[in-house]
């Protein structure tokens, strides 16, 4: 091996961009929450806790979340299509599950789930895709206009990248946002132009707010091509009324910017007097086609209720472009050859689930139901936990998977992060860290009004987890206020 100092590449020589991308939902508190694992293991009884729960990130199989039956039979059954014939396959597989993966395999060139597939993702599973869409949302969808990716994160980067030319490109984005899109940003070189979520209005979205920025960015010189909206939100929870979603559309209709709408936590709802509504439907509702709004809606296998996160399923559904700039969308998918086909087939099912009349229907809605009502209990028992707290106050999580709860830190405590060396929000996620083994993530990585300091907190881990977790948030906090109180 090549000692360092004779390495022709240093961080002074690689692209500045990736220096100055951050990604703080992996960031250093989790790499400091993998040492204390690692004591844990190697010494155990050496933290006061005996695990460490990471509720920094919204991967809720690795919390235990059992992954929905239906799909993982037909996934299965895709993979290894000899055992379709066998009779004993009958007795272990739901037989609507064997009617899909052989309908599905019927569509694949050559049934070859090891093959490449078109680059926009094979042909029939865009056209149940976009059947899904239609139903969903009551409006025509096409299976042209959809690009199958590994998860959502490759087409927002896609997106960024045909978007971006230069720094003076700028894309508004709400903060708090998630860090994939100020990531993708610093890494494509553009800038971010961001809008402030309103917190004293549950994360309201302000077109006012949007306008105001967007102005101010347009007097320093930045072309604003795109808006994005996180609906529902990360890491902020709120779901966007009907009227506001009309508010937005007309916005950027006449500003000429892109709507870029991630909809990938488009099943996680937790409250009855709201509903996901899609930009698309919203703006053919509007009467707003293809000539009207450019819009590309971003979806995902690794939310909802089944949380696939590690199959990397996803798809970006692209309407108002012309086609000569599909052309060159196409262009770059190719270069990519394809996504993976276990992925597409997972987001073919997502679309288009078990429906009423299906063999599967019943067991279906139990495990989906099942998984949704009780992300709403943990979403509501941890809210109630968070505002329970001194100086803490907490937005309700109406959908997604994460509390942003606004912590009024004491002087005393910021003068101590100070001393520290980190950010306010960094040395609250730190104490609590070492106290309880609980990982949440600072709020400065999702951006925040400067000077409040928050965390985040996903509402993953089990129900039976949960009140252990309150107890030992109450017992930390109620610690760090007494040392710290003013
Ligand atoms: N968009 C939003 C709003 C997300 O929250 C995520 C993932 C993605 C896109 C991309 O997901 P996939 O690439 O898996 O489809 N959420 C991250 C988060 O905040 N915690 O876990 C991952």
């Not at 895709?78 to 599905?104: K, M, N, V, W, Y």
């Not at 096409?142 to 720094?167: C, K, W, Y």
């Not at 902020?236 to 990938?264: H, M, P, S, W, Y």
């Not at 936990?385 to 606004?406: D, Q, R």
Request: aromatic fraction near 8%; proline fraction near 5%; charge should be negative.
């Amino acid at each position: 091996m090549s000692s360092a100092t004779s390495s022709p590449v240093t961080v002074e020589t690689i692209n500045p961009k990736v220096l100055k991308c951050e990604y703080a939902v992996r960031g250093e508190i989790v790499t400091h929450a993998q040492r204390l694992q690692q004591e844990l293991q190697e010494k155990p009884g050496s933290h006061p806790f005996d695990e460490i729960l990471y509720c920094n990130i919204g991967n809720p199989q690795s919390l235990g979340q059992q992954p929905i039956t239906f799909f993982r039979e037909v996934l299965a059954l895709c993979d290894h299509p000899s055992i379709l014939d066998r009779e004993e396959t009958q007795g272990l597989f739901s037989l609507d599950a064997i009617a899909r993966a052989r309908q599905i395999l019927n569509q694949i060139p050559s049934r070859a789930t090891g093959a490449y597939s078109h680059s926009q993702g094979i042909k029939g599973l865009r056209d149940s895709i976009a059947a899904g869409i239609a139903t969903r949302d009551g409006f025509p969808a096409n299976a042209d206009d959809i690009f199958l990716t590994d998860g959502a994160s490759p087409v927002v980067h896609m997106m960024m990248q045909l978007l971006l030319r230069s720094e003076e490109d700028g894309i508004l984005c709400p903060i708090p946002q998630y860090p994939l899109y100020s990531a993708s940003i610093a890494l494509h070189g553009g800038t971010l132009v961001p809008y402030y979520l309103d917190e004293a209005t549950g994360w309201g979205l302000e077109v006012s707010e949007v306008k105001k920025q967007l102005e101010a960015a347009r007097s320093k010189g930045i072309i604003v091509r795109a808006l994005v909206v996180i609906n529902p939100g990360n890491p902020t929870g709120q779901v966007l009324a009907e009227d506001n979603q009309r508010e937005i559309v007309e916005f950027c209709k006449k500003e000429g910017l892109v709507l870029l709408a991630d909809e990938v936590y488009q099943e996680n709802i937790y409250i009855d007097n709201k509903k996901f509504n899609s930009f698309k439907k919203i703006s053919r509702s509007m009467g707003y086609g293809e000539k009207d709004i450019a819009l590309v809606s971003f979806q995902s296998v690794s939310k909802g209720y089944h949380g696939e996160c590690g199959k990397r399923g996803g798809y970006m559904e692209v309407t108002g472009f012309s086609a000569d700039v599909r052309e060159q969308i196409y262009k770059v998918a190719s270069v990519n050859l394809c996504s993976n086909i276990s992925g597409q087939i997972l987001a073919s099912l997502v679309m288009n689930p078990p429906k009423v009349g299906d063999k599967s229907f019943k067991s279906f809605s139990a495990e989906k139901n099942g998984i949704l009502s009780s992300l709403g209990r943990r979403a509501k028992t941890l809210e109630d936990a968070f505002n329970s707290l001194e100086g803490v106050t907490c937005n309700k999580a109406e959908g997604a998977m994460y509390l942003f709860p606004w912590l009024h830190l004491p002087q005393k405590a910021i003068k101590a992060a100070e001393a520290a060396k980190k950010a306010p929000d960094a040395f609250y996620a730190h104490r609590l860290l070492d106290a309880t083994g609980v990982v949440v993530v600072p709020g400065s990585g999702f951006g925040q009004v400067p000077g409040t300091w928050h965390v985040r907190c996903t509402i993953l881990p089990q129900e039976d987890k949960i009140p252990a977790i309150v107890s030992r948030l109450t017992a930390f906090h109620e610690a760090f206020m007494d040392e710290f109180r003013d």
